[in-house]
């Protein structure tokens, strides 16, 4: 079973920056992608940005130039830098990893609880 845990949502204006972490704990054999979703009131859950554990990075078109995902693979963590939000980035982000369960070879999606993002204009 894999927990992952999100901070860094919150309440900003337009233009600024904003920080979201998440990292990954429990009994897991190895982790492939990492990355971030998010989902907005009356929309689906959409893939804002993925990292691959060597490093390889896909982005939604609509943060492209703006959002950055990292990670550090040592730590089981990723981190995305937002920058210039407007007040479409407004959802509730989540994290998710892509993780094989502990002794077998199978991969499975987990998901943190989300954290809240509102841009204000």
């Known amino acids: 079973q894999v927990q992952l845990v999100e901070s860094g949502g919150g309440l900003v204006q337009d233009g600024t920056s904003l920080r979201l972490s998440c990292a990954a704990s429990?009994?897991?054999?190895?982790?492939?992608?990492m990355g971030w979703y998010r989902q907005a009131p009356g929309r689906q859950r959409e893939l804002v940005a993925v990292?691959?554990?060597?490093?390889?990075?896909n982005y939604a078109d609509s943060v492209k130039g703006r959002f950055t995902i990292s990670r550090d693979n040592a730590n089981n963590r990723v981190d995305l830098r937002m920058s210039i939000l407007k007040a479409q980035d407004t959802a509730i982000y989540y994290c998710?990893?892509?993780?094989?369960?502990?002794?077998?070879?199978?991969?499975?999606?987990?998901w943190g609880q989300g954290t809240q993002v509102t841009v204000s204009s």
């Open positions: 429990g009994n897991f054999g190895d982790i492939s992608t």
């Open positions: 998710n990893a892509r993780a094989r369960k502990y002794l077998t070879s199978t991969f499975i999606d987990y």
């Open positions: 990292i691959s554990s060597g490093g390889s990075t």
